[in-house]
């Protein structure tokens, strides 16, 4: 009767025991993604307001960056380049994935393969490979010399391969966005005799206009954040990225190095909310009773499609199949014998099979650790109750590493951990730090997956188990995870593969001990071993190969086990 | 009137057989506010032992928040819930005793309907045997013993709906919450259901509150309906109650067909409408006040009118709606001043008396029927 008499006091429901352990739960992950992500991202931005002594200035190093014309240059090269790669790769993305999704060219799942395979290796191997068409000794130079362009180094080779590395990007997003076609509409527009030309006009692309905003976005943040391709192929161009790098590790001022970093950020800081927005539109677009769209044979545009596809695999093929080429002969270009020479050296001299193991532990700890830090996370935020107040923290901490470039995390790690006055000192330079480091990297989309697979589940499940008195995590167990099993098998490829490829974020943080191939990569480059460094770009992707093969039969026995329900 | 009627004014109309406190489920000052918004306020109910009660209302009304206030699944801002007299206002659902089924049924899609049905059995560690036994029970129970190997998806709507009611009533509850059980299903087999669950709750003589936004299933099922509106209850009452004396406009509106007159008191029993004076109606207060009669279509009636008799207007028929065996004709009468009314006439009458649109048709008003309530 209290709560009648008094109106002003709310009635707080008791929190059962089984619910506060979920809280708990809950509350140690926002403490993890506190710690490894705001944590460094706050030292970032302190860095970049203290002079070198740890003396607050205000914005001095602001000013100080914008007086310098060589760190200015560097800002205009990374827009520009970055602008162009956009402007090139969507059409062309656009173009393969509108084969995909609207025609009836056949093999779709095979050249839907193929083209995506570039995320299987680390973003330098084209530039790499570049580097053996056009490059000093190149097969092509010729060519490119009669085209007036006189080096590959520096931005037509940062474009040409970024086109490469970003595509599979683009494409992605875009399928997905030419997939979600309304069949009523188009139907109604064959009933009033509309020409292809006009329904492309005024059904496809307005459709698509949030898929390829989105597109263009990352595609604009992946060029401008990357670091390997500009390291290997972009001689004396320098670019943001590169330029963090060089303050950083070359000259230790990091307090500029700081300045830089947030440059880096704010595009995708800026991307990632226009994103976001982006991306509510789209799902509203599609309402539950559209009808999904079914592609009508059409021999000479199913043709042209094929063979644009083709074209596109072929210069892929090119591509990629030179750095695998290359990688196994003698000695480029004069002795172009089979030869195991710089798979060897790359795996004695330049110590990779100790770098190697680090690669896998790294993926494999990524792999566990993340998976079920996400999973766990995305189900107590998406099914449990109480603990309103942490909700939204978390909500935003899990997105917020989508928005962080791995320059920008590396160098808060750096500048976190390597604070003596931090307690979390000892894990600086440790195989821990490298593993924290690359989960939150990649955390924002494993978090989107298990969120997208756990919305799709009744959300009335945990309160049918409250009411026959049966505890979420027994429901979690039985009933969750089972079920979600094959985006679970996603979200662990999707680290496993990116913390075998990843530089950016670990270039700053690996130790002698814990040193990675990908950035052997990198060191092998830079020591002339271009051979070797091709070698190992090619290990990594065989690597990916591999497990991704793994993975889908690991997938194939899974669902024969948990998802039988499934069939009727 | 029934014993425990309450009214939105708050006064408890009690009389006579049960005394105060001896309801199963008692409701007390119930608020709900999400943010700005107050989507219940002061609820007061009581749901004696075996009862079957169905929240019928308008989508928004705040009839599911109610129920899911009741199980625990969301947390009223004010008031407090007893049930079998202990106060379970602030327990988590885990603590209270109800089986609940929703409308989406919320089937494991992944556990076969044995291990469905077992899943709150297990937890409560009974034997195995024990727990077989009880699942072949209430299979048979439901009318589906054969369908314990089966999963969710290779059963139809209504079976899958049996199946969660089945599990629902597996730790054999105190109390049984259907949120729109029904709602999901074609129109035969939620007739067909309708009359399995009502009878089921009759053998098991456990309380029952089901929510639902239709009439027809509010009325062939209930021992009582709450009828809500806006977050208030409007009218607390059996389904011939709710039906014949509606509390309030809304009520009257929404249950059931109705016309609606504008009419004026004239002294005690009569009421004029247009220039129509009708006597025998339940009106009081004074004279010339604004009233809105309401009237169901079938206490207008064609027949039988006898010579003398009051209360007969003349009118004539502007349009008939075939509904099968029952026409809805719509007719203008003389003196109501453009105020149609609907009546129900039977396909026969209308062929037998040969009319059509334009005939005329004398019809008598049953004014004792009439609703009478402030304009």
């Known amino acids: 009767m209290s709560a009648v ?134 097969v092509l130079k010729t060519l490119m010399l009669s085209l007036g362009i006189e080096s590959i180094y520096g931005a037509p080779g940062i474009v040409l391969s970024q086109l490469f ?74 670019v943001l990225a590169t330029d963090v790098f060089k303050l950083v590790i070359g000259q230790q001022d990091f307090q500029k190095g700081a300045v830089v970093a947030l440059m880096l950020l704010a595009p995708a800081l800026l991307t990632f909310i226009v994103d976001r927005f982006v991306q509510r539109k789209q799902t509203s677009m599609l309402t539950a009773r559209a009808v999904p769209y079914a592609t ?37 270009p004069y002795d172009l014998s089979f030869s195991l020479r710089h798979y060897v050296f790359g795996i004695v001299d330049g110590e990779v099979n100790t ?120 429901t979690f167990w039985r009933v969750t995870l089972p079920i979600c099993t094959p985006a679970l098998i996603d979200i662990s490829r999707y680290f496993f593969i990116n913390a075998m490829t990843t530089i950016s974020a670990v270039v700053f943080l690996y130790s002698p001990d814990t040193r990675l191939v990908s950035i052997t990569i990198l060191n092998l480059d830079e020591a002339g071993e271009i051979g070797a460094a091709a070698a190992m770009a090619v290990l990594i992707a065989a690597t990916s190969l591999a497990v991704c093969i793994l993975y889908l039969g690991i997938g194939w026995l899974v669902e024969r086990r948990t998802q039988a329900w499934r069939t009727k | 009137m029934d014993q425990a009627l309450q009214r939105q004014d708050g006064k408890t109309l009690t009389a006579g057989t049960a005394p105060p406190g001896a309801s199963f489920l008692r409701l007390e000052g119930i608020r709900k506010d999400f943010g700005a918004f107050t989507a219940l306020r002061d609820i007061r109910l009581e749901v004696p032992q075996g009862e079957f009660v169905c929240f019928l209302g308008p989508s928004g009304c705040g009839k599911t928040t109610l129920l899911r206030i009741i199980a625990g699944l969301e947390a009223q801002t004010a008031g407090s819930i007893y049930q079998r007299g202990r106060d379970i206002s602030v327990l988590p659902p885990a603590q209270r005793d109800y089986g609940i089924v929703f409308q989406s049924y919320a089937l494991f899609p992944n556990l076969s309907v044995f291990d469905n049905v077992a899943y709150g059995l297990v937890n409560r560690r009974a034997a195995g045997k024990t727990i077989e036994d009880r699942v072949a029970d209430l299979l048979k129970l439901v009318g589906l013993p054969d369908s314990a190997t089966k999963y969710p998806a290779q059963l139809s709507g209504g079976q899958q709906q049996r199946i969660a009611l089945a599990r629902a009533l597996a730790t054999s509850p105190g109390l049984l919450l259907l949120d729109e059980p029904l709602s999901a299903l074609d129109a035969i087999v939620r007739v067909h259901l309708r009359q399995e669950i ?45 039906y014949r004396e509606p509390a309030t ?39 010339g006040r604004s009233v809105r009669a ?82």
């Not at chain 1, 162009?84 to 969507?90: E, F, G, N, P, S």
């Not at chain 1, 139907?187 to 206009?209: C, M, N, Q, V, Y």
């Not at chain 2, 209308?350 to 004014?367: D, K, M, V």
Request: net charge neutral; with cysteine.
């Open chain 1, 165 to 238: 590395a970003v595509f599979p990007h683009a494409l992605i997003i875009l399928v997905t966005a030419l997939s979600l076609a309304d069949a009523r509409l188009y139907e109604a527009a064959d009933a009033l005799g509309t020409s292809h030309a006009r329904k492309f006009f005024t059904i496809t692309l307005p459709g698509a206009k949030y898929g390829i905003a989105s597109a263009a976005m990352v595609s604009f943040t992946l060029v401008i954040t990357d670091f390997g391709i500009p390291k290997v192929i972009g001689g004396n161009f320098n």
């Open chain 2, 294 to 375: 309401y009237l169901r279509p079938e206490d207008i009636v064609a027949r039988p009118i006898s010579e003398g008799d009051s209360n007969v207007v003349e009118s004539k028929i502007e349009k008939i709606e075939f509904l099968g065996s029952y026409c809805l004709v719509r007719v203008t009468a003389d003196g109501l001043e453009n105020q149609p009314l609907t009546v129900y006439l039977s396909l026969n009458f209308l062929s037998e008396q040969n009319l059509a649109e334009g005939s005329a048709l004398r019809l008598r008003i049953l004014t004792e029927r009439m609703r009478i309530f402030d304009a």
């Open chain 1, 355 to 474: 770098a190697f193991v680090n690669s896998l532990k790294l993926a494999f700890l990524t792999s566990l650790g993340g998976t079920a830090i996400v999973f766990v996370g995305a189900y107590l935020m998406e099914k449990t109750r109480g603990a309103d107040w942490l909700r939204p923290a978390v909500q935003l901490l899990a997105l917020i590493p989508m928005a962080v470039p791995g320059l920008v995390l590396g160098l808060g790690y750096i500048f976190f951990f390597n604070a003596p006055q931090n307690p979390l000192n000892f894990m600086y330079h440790s195989m821990a730090v490298l593993v924290a480091c690359t989960i939150i990297h990649f955390y924002t989309t494993g978090h989107l997956t298990a969120m997208t697979a756990l919305k799709s589940l009744d959300g009335e499940f945990e309160s049918v188990s409250a009411s026959l008195k049966v505890p979420f995590w027994k």
């Open chain 2, 198 to 242: 009502r009878s089921l709750q009759q053998r098991l003589g456990v309380t029952t509150i089901m929510v639902t936004h239709d009439q027809e299933e509010a009325l062939s099922m209930a021992d009582r309906i709450v009828v809500m509106n806006q977050g208030v209850i409007d009218q607390v009452g059996t389904p011939l109650e709710i």
């Open chain 1, 5 to 138: 008499l008094n109106p002003g006091v709310r009635v707080r429901q008791k929190i059962h025991w089984t619910d506060r352990t979920g809280h708990l739960v809950l509350g140690l992950i926002a403490l993890a993604l506190v710690l490894f992500l705001a944590g460094p991202l706050a030292a970032i931005l302190a860095q970049s307001v203290e002079d070198a002594r740890g003396h607050f200035v205000g914005l001095d190093n602001f000013f100080a960056y914008f007086a310098t014309p060589a760190l200015l240059d560097s800002l205009w090269n990374s827009i520009w380049v970055a602008l162009l790669v956009t402007v090139l790769v969507v059409p062309a993305a656009f173009t393969f994935a509108y084969a995909l999704a609207r025609s009836c060219m056949p093999l779709k799942g095979i050249f839907r393969t193929l083209a995506l395979t570039p995320l299987l290796a680390p973003s330098l191997l084209s530039a790499i490979s570049f580097i053996y068409w056009f490059g000093n000794q190149g």
């Open chain 1, 296 to 332: 009508k044979p059409s021999r000479a545009f199913d043709l042209a499609m094929t063979a644009y596809c083709a074209i596109v695999l072929l210069l892929m093929g090119a591509v990629f199949g030179m750095a695998l080429f290359a990688s196994f002969v003698k000695f480029w």
């Open chain 2, 249 to 287: 406009p809304f009520v009257a509106d929404f249950v059931g067909k109705v016309n609606m007159l504008s009419a004026t008191i004239e002294g005690p029993g009569r009421v004029r409408v247009g220039t129509r004076s009708f006597s025998g109606a339940s009106a009081n207060g004074s004279a």
